[in-house]
């Protein structure tokens, strides 16, 4: 069973900038999309970006473009969520999750990713 957390999450102004950490331990996630999700409050959970095992594929919501940033480290098993220009919107429960299946690409649908974290909470407030 894979276990990921997330790591960062914290309170911050807006047009501030904040950097999300995905890890697991026991497992590689080297040889897995890794997506981040957020959850509103009062809203359903929505995708953000994703980053594929090889690194160079991205896919992100235009929310995010221009704005945040999906990278990995897979020496450290690790992929990261650098989020800047952060607005009252953006307040959320940020997750990391990972599909069942290496070397995928699924796309920004919660319902293709079996793995997920806690969660790691973003405040963007004044």
């Known amino acids: 069973q894979m276990e990921l957390m997330e790591f960062g999450g914290g309170l911050v102004k807006p047009g501030g900038s904040l950097t999300l950490s995905c890890t697991t331990s026991r497992f590689k996630l080297n040889t897995y999309t890794v997506a981040w999700f957020r959850q509103a409050p009062g809203k359903e959970r929505e995708g953000v970006m994703n980053i594929d095992s090889s690194g160079n594929w991205v896919h992100y919501e235009d929310f995010a473009k221009h704005r945040f940033t999906i990278s990995r480290d897979d020496a450290k098993t690790t992929v990261y969520l650098q989020m800047s220009e952060l607005r009252v919107e953006d307040t959320a429960v940020y997750y990391c999750?990972?599909?069942?299946?290496?070397?995928?690409?699924?796309?920004?649908?919660?319902?293709?990713?079996?793995?997920w974290g806690l969660g790691t909470e973003v405040t963007v407030s004044s």
């Open positions: 999750a990972v599909p069942r299946d290496e070397y995928t690409r699924p796309d920004l649908n919660e319902k293709e990713y079996h793995y």
